[in-house]
């Protein structure tokens, strides 16, 4: 049996047997929402709770709902900053157990036990905590066709990130962008990272402001990521500031952009 057949046997056997959040046996569904207008998805990585409690102000001041990614145990800190979060309209997303590289770890086990090992136990902590994550963030956006097949069995939507080649505009970049009209048949998102903006060719605000201009006259959504969000540069991690989050924020308002949540999407 080849690599290909093997894992399309695991993958339906699983799908079978634990296919969706809330291991009911029903397929990912339909959020119900209506998305018929292109708009912007602001997505937040790892467990920078203190960052985005602290933020809420900001994304409140401009009616933004975004949707953070938790990785590891959702303990009391998680639980604490999830409530939080979601009483402001924010969503909650799976970022897996331990971080790890899915496509490298699937080439060294069965997809199966990545689901086992990183995603059922963190899904089964967060229904406790009472939430249901309807998408997942590939850590270090490592995907690729047999991560998304075994992934797609769990969730309605994925997320990973593309890197621009040096003088690219990213407004030229297809991939960072989705019709609205078929974003319900997107199941993995290519998103944008936005750390450091705008300071990096590639995130100026310059570059930032195309890209959400194209997403209004196409009517396409634009899927944006990050990390912590302070003011100035951390000890550790990815950052964006509020200020470059405020000036992103503003264009979209002013392009008259909604901003859409993962579980808003069909």
Known sequence: MNRKHFVFVVVAVLAAACSSPDASGEEPRSSGFDVDRG?????????NFDD????LPLFDRFGVNATFFISGKIDEQAVEAIGQLRSHGHAIGSHSVHHLKAVEYCQDHPPAVFLRNEIHPQLEAFQAAGVTPTSFAYPMSRNDAVTDETLLTVFRHLRTG????????????????VPASRIHQQGCLIAKGIDY??????????QIDAALIRAAENN???VF???RICATKPDGGHFVTPEALTQIFSKAKELNLPF???DQLP
């Not at 708009?39 to 467990?47: E, K, L, Q, S, Y």
């Not at 593309?162 to 962008?177: I, L, P, W, Y």
Request: charged share 25%; with cysteine.
């Open 162 to 177: 593309k890197n621009v080649a040096d003088g690219q505009r990213v407004c030229d970049v297809d991939a960072f962008f």
């Open 220 to 222: 396409e959504i634009i």
């Open 260 to 262: 859409y949540t993962f």
């Open 52 to 55: 985005w409690v602290s933020a």
């Open 39 to 47: 708009g912007v998805v602001m997505t937040f990585d790892d467990r």
């Open 197 to 206: 903006a705008p300071t990096r060719p590639d995130r100026t605000f310059e």
């Open 225 to 227: 990521y990050a990390h």
